[in-house]
C-alpha cells in the first residue's frame, strides 16, 4: 500500500469503530475502502474482521454504564454468539471464493436495507426507563434470544457488515430494555463474535489476513470506538446512516464491476 492508501485504511478503521459503537454497520465504511485499495473480498473481509476488534473494545468500555444489570444475560447470550462466530468463519472458510462474491453483494444490499429501516425499527422498539434495571428473560423469549445471538453470530462471522443492526432490530423485539442498554448488549456480543472469528481466522488462515491492513484498522478503530462511545450519541444519525447506505452501494458497485 502507498502512503495515502496507508492513511485511508487508518481512517476507515476510525470510521468504523465509531460508527459501530453507536449504530452499527462499521464494515460498510472499511470494507469498501480494503477492497479499493486492492484486497480481494475474502481477505478484505477477514483483515477486516480482526482489525475492528480493537474498536469493539473500545466501544464496549465506553458503553460500561448500560451494562449494568445485564450480566447474567450476557452470560447465557455469549455461548450462542460464539458458535454462531465459528459457524459463519468456518464458512467463509470452506466455501468457495466465488460463493462468498456472489452473496456478499446481497449481504450488503441486505445491510443497507436495514440501516434504512433502523429508524422505523427504533421507533417501534419497547419504551422503559432507563434506570439500569434488569429485566427477568426466561422461558420463550430467552429461547428466542439465543437463537437470534446465534443467526447473528454466524452472519458476522461469515460477514460482519450490519451485524449490529440485526441484533438490536432482533432483540430489540424480545427484551424489554431502552435503545441504548441493547446497543451495549449488541456491543459486547459484537466484540465476543468478531474476536472468536478473527481467532479462527488467525489460527487457521494466516496466510489469508493482509497484517498491515488489520494492524491500520486496529489502531484506528480502537481510536474511534473510545472517542465515538463518549462523543458519538451528540451525531446526528441520519448523517451517519447516509454516509454508510453510500459506501454500502460503493462495496456493491465494486463486487459487481471486480
Known amino acids: 500500500m502507498t502512503g495515502w492508501e496507508m492513511l485511508a485504511v487508518a481512517a476507515a478503521g476510525f470510521a468504523a469503530g465509531g460508527i459501530n459503537a453507536v449504530v452499527g454497520s462499521g464494515t460498510l465504511v472499511s470494507f469498501p475502502v480494503l477492497l479499493a485499495v486492492g484486497l480481494p473480498p475474502v481477505p478484505a473481509t477477514i483483515s477486516n474482521s480482526l482489525g475492528l476488534v480493537a474498536g469493539n473494545l473500545s466501544g464496549s468500555i465506553g458503553y460500561r454504564r448500560e ?117 451495549a448488549l449488541k456491543n459486547v456480543l459484537t466484540l465476543a463474535v468478531n474476536a472468536v472469528a478473527a481467532l479462527a481466522y488467525v489460527v487457521v488462515a494466516p496466510d489469508r489476513i493482509d497484517w498491515g491492513a488489520a494492524a491500520l484498522l486496529s489502531v484506528g478503530s480502537l481510536i474511534g470506538g473510545a472517542v465515538s462511545s463518549r462523543y458519538g450519541r451528540r451525531l446526528p444519525a441520519a448523517v451517519l446512516r447516509a454516509a454508510i447506505v453510500a459506501l454500502g452501494l460503493v462495496a456493491i458497485a465494486v463486487l459487481m464491476t471486480g
Open 67 to 183: 451494562l449494568r444489570g445485564q450480566r447474567r444475560l450476557l452470560l447465557r447470550l455469549l455461548p450462542a454468539s460464539v458458535l454462531g462466530a465459528l459457524t459463519g468463519a468456518f464458512l467463509l472458510l470452506t466455501l468457495p471464493a466465488a460463493a462468498f462474491e456472489t452473496v456478499v453483494p446481497v449481504l450488503i444490499g441486505l445491510a443497507v436495507v436495514l440501516v434504512i429501516l433502523q429508524p422505523a425499527v427504533q421507533r417501534n422498539l419497547p419504551a422503559h426507563p432507563d434506570d439500569g434495571t434488569a429485566r427477568p428473560v426466561r422461558g420463550g423469549r430467552l429461547a428466542a434470544c439465543f437463537v437470534g445471538a446465534y443467526f447473528t453470530g454466524s452472519y458476522g462471522g461469515y460477514f460482519a457488515a450490519s451485524q449490529g443492526v440485526l441484533q438490536i432490530g432482533i432483540f430489540g423485539l424480545l427484551l424489554r430494555e431502552p435503545l441504548q442498554r441493547l446497543n
